[in-house]
């Protein structure tokens, strides 16, 4: 038994769907309020029936306001029934999964949970992303932006690209599968490799996109450099050393690179889905107040044509100079992330100052 009662017991994703259930009928919890987020809905933790009668819970909650979702039992509907606030990881992810084109069958429920559902953007780890002291590369800042030229030319040598003054790199960190868009960019990259660009790609997934990529690797020396599977040194060399950043995620309830690269002033090129737009402002729509380039048609065409918007940018140098010091003054830190879910706490906890 616990030695001291919560004010508040926060559960995250399916694998804890159940606990605000539970805490309704354990006297240790009474008066506890519970916050249930949401960091991807497609992961909704599906059982048998019997998990029911495995775990001790009842069948009554076996229904369609309950745990039931087609037959099986849903961990996920207990965090979204039962929990007193609901949070996800966007603004806008929260707005997408009240739909049907992105509420993995539970849009509806989710619209008749609206009222106590927040969108909260994630943050990034100053101390670990950054760089002014990133000790895998070599330091620059806002006021140094042209040492990121030496962060560029030692990328160019841990992937084997051919370094050339004035040649962008775009940069790709991330999942191999079609959820991060890779299936518009394969067929974007034959179009991609006819412009004045360089690519530096690290990830690990489906084996199409490893043989993919390793034959395109191949089909282009020294302007695709690859490395399959995960490697921080790395991720934190192409973060600092690459000029754009690629991430057109199919969807995206949050995403962490383009706030990375924000920091690196590299600039991303996104497709405006959940975090990602509202993260990134897009240079065409905006030029005063961007930092990136994003586009709304899921489409390799569309990909294209901002990369190709972006390569133009770039060889503007003053314009480029100011997007970049944009990104790296936007202010996606944990500490005004930790503001916002404290203010959750303390409005789901009756006001509390103690809380």
């Known amino acids: 038994a616990l030695a001291w009662r919560p004010d508040i017991v926060h559960c995250h994703d399916w694998q804890s769907g159940l606990v605000p259930v539970m805490m309704g009928g354990d006297p240790a919890f009474r008066g506890a309020r519970s916050v249930f987020t949401i960091h991807n809905l497609a992961y909704q933790g599906l059982f048998n029936r019997e998990i029911l009668r495995t775990l001790g819970l009842p069948d009554s909650l076996f229904h369609i306001d309950g745990l ?18 609901l949070t996800t990881v966007s603004p806008s992810y929260a707005q997408q999964i009240q739909t049907p084109g992105f509420g993995c069958g539970l849009d509806g429920a989710l619209r008749s949970l609206s009222g106590r559902l927040t969108g ?27 040492l990121k030229e030496s962060a560029k030319r ?25 959820q991060k868009g890779w299936d518009i960019i394969a067929a974007a990259l034959p179009d991609l490799m006819e412009r004045d660009l360089d690519l530096a790609v690290l990830g690990a997934g489906d084996q199409a996109y490893h043989d993919l990529l390793s034959g395109l690797a191949a089909r282009y020396p020294g302007r695709i450099g690859l490395k399959l599977g995960f490697d921080n040194e790395l991720a934190h060399a192409i973060y600092g050393g690459s000029d754009l950043f690629l991430m057109p995620s199919q969807y995206e309830p949050c995403g962490l690179g ?17 975090g990602l737009a509202d993260t990134i402002v897009d240079h065409r729509r905006s030029p005063g107040s961007s930092n990136g380039f994003s586009f709304d048609e899921y ?30 003054a936007c202010d996606h830190s944990w500490a005004r992330a930790v503001a916002e879910y404290v203010r959750l706490y303390r409005s789901s906890a009756g006001g509390r100052p103690n809380a």
Request: proline share 5%; hydrophobic share 45%.
């Open 258 to 274: 383009q706030m990375i690269a924000l920091r690196y002033g590299t600039v991303p090129v996104v497709h405006a889905t959940g």
């Open 120 to 146: 909260i953007l994630n943050g990034v780890d100053d101390a670990e992303w950054g760089p002014a002291r990133d000790p895998y590369l070599p330091h620059y800042d806002a006021a140094r932006l042209h």
């Open 68 to 85: 039931e979702y087609y037959g099986q039992v849903s961990f996920i509907k207990g965090g979204l029934f039962f929990a007193d606030h």
């Open 299 to 328: 489409s390799a065409t569309a990909l294209v044509q901002a990369v190709t918007d972006a390569l133009a940018a770039y060889r503007v140098i003053p314009t480029w100079q100011a997007l970049m010091k944009r990104a790296m």
């Open 154 to 178: 030692s990328l160019c040598q841990r992937l084997g690209l051919g370094y050339r003054t004035g040649r962008p790199i775009a940069g790709i960190v991330s999942r191999l599968a079609m």
